[in-house]
């Protein structure tokens, strides 16, 4: 991980770099770090918002909900996440087009409302990051130790800090861009491969997947939760999983709109290709868990049926093990090695964008505002000015 991905995104750094270097000449300009250049184009908005959405939790816990309320449970618990990344681009557009050359949200707080708003704001905004990154990185050791023999915590977060914080350090936001949209085609490779081997496979091992007809007939014969319409896993009418997704509307609020990650990727483009961006990577996202919860779960689901108990006991399934435990059930080792990379590309791309957007935080609204809100001029050169 460290030496693949890891590598792949410094050598990727240092050529974003050397282009801005040798051809925009821009390289030591402090706003091309954190916007990078401010001409990105949709497609890359697309791909980083997308990205960025993609916390390794999604990838485990999407399928742990299937797994509990059927198919109502993703489906509602993206609905509730995804609200809010489609009205996302209503703010930000006011935001781009009355404010162009703020870098943070907060800054607009700063001019508009005053300095003791603005302090306010810079504590949630912090707390928002540090919160999310603390997620992250809990999501990321699940993930990392539950494929993994013997991995302690210090290992699986050292490695962690190396995926996304190296080339965020070397290319700042633009190499982020690039390496989103490097980790968005993966994730989506991956994730085909994971339909074709449980939707249609052909091996026999396993006679309740590998068939949307036998998994159906499997599924259906379990009684699902007491919520669900008619005790099915197989249906949208479910009491539970629509309340989970009217709680994600609240907590994805905060998220969104709290969170410096998300309006830095806006800043980066111009107005209608930011527009354009976050709409189309909302329904990337969209497609990525929905996909891997509908597969997995529903495996999982099928070979509990099959087994005629469950797989896992309450507190693995929480845990969030049954997109591991899948994986490595229909394709060996390959199959961990898979779910480590789509983990290792969503803790890349979400990681290193809370790394750009604390930092953008420190350098505009705390050290430029507060420590040293201007830049010193010696005596001499104030006479010539005055001359």
């Not at 997308?50 to 999604?58: H, Y």
């Not at 529903?298 to 507190?315: D, V």
């Not at 953008?360 to 507060?370: A, G, K, L, N, P």
Request: contains cysteine; charged residues 10%; glycine residues 10%.
């Amino acid at each position: 991980m460290i030496l693949g991905f890891g590598g792949f995104s410094i050598i990727l750094a240092l050529i974003h770099n050397a282009v801005r270097k040798h051809i925009f000449h821009d390289e030591h300009n402090l706003d091309t770090t954190f916007d990078a250049g401010g001409n990105v184009s949709l497609s890359l908005t697309a791909v980083t918002v997308a990205s960025q959405l993609i916390w390794p939790g999604d990838i485990l816990h999407s399928a742990t909900l299937t797994a509990k309320n059927g198919i109502a449970g993703p489906f509602w618990y993206a609905v509730g996440i995804i609200f809010n990344i489609f009205i996302f681009p209503v703010f930000s557009v006011q935001f781009k087009t009355r404010a162009p050359g703020a870098k943070t949200y907060l800054q607009v707080i700063h001019a508009r409302f005053g300095r003791n708003a603005h302090i306010v704001f810079c504590c949630f905004a912090l707390v928002t990051n540090l919160v999310i990154t603390i997620g992250i990185l809990l999501a990321g050791r699940a993930t990392i130790q539950s494929l993994t023999r013997d991995a302690s915590d210090e290992f699986t977060l050292l490695t962690m800090a190396v995926l996304f914080g190296s080339y965020s350090l070397i290319g700042g936001l633009g190499t982020t861009f690039y390496v989103s949209y490097f980790n968005a085609c993966l994730v989506f490779v991956l994730l085909i491969v994971f339909v074709v081997k449980i939707w249609h496979n052909t091996d026999e091992e396993y006679s309740a997947i590998g068939n949307v007809e036998r998994m159906y007939t499997a599924i259906s014969c379990i009684k699902g939760p007491e919520e669900n319409y008619d005790n099915s896993y197989l249906t949208f009418r479910s009491g539970v999983a629509f309340l989970f997704g009217v709680i994600e509307v609240f907590v994805s609020s905060a998220v969104t709109y709290c969170d410096q990650a998300s309006w830095q990727s806006r800043i980066a483009a111009k107005p209608i290709q930011g527009v354009y961006g976050f709409l189309l990577g909302g329904l990337m996202w969209f497609a990525i868990p929905s996909t891997m919860a509908t597969t997995t779960g529903l495996a999982y689901l099928a070979l509990s049926a099959e087994n005629k108990t469950n797989l896992l006991t309450r507190g693995q399934i929480d845990e969030g093990l049954v997109t591991p435990l899948i994986a490595e059930t229909v394709l060996g080792s390959a199959g961990g090695i898979l779910v480590l990379t789509m983990g290792a590309m969503a803790l890349m791309s979400t990681g290193s964008g809370e790394v750009m957007a604390m930092s953008s935080i420190i350098v505009y609204d705390i050290y430029q505002t507060y420590i040293r809100p201007f830049r010193w001029v010696t005596t001499s050169r104030l006479r010539l000015i005055g001359n």
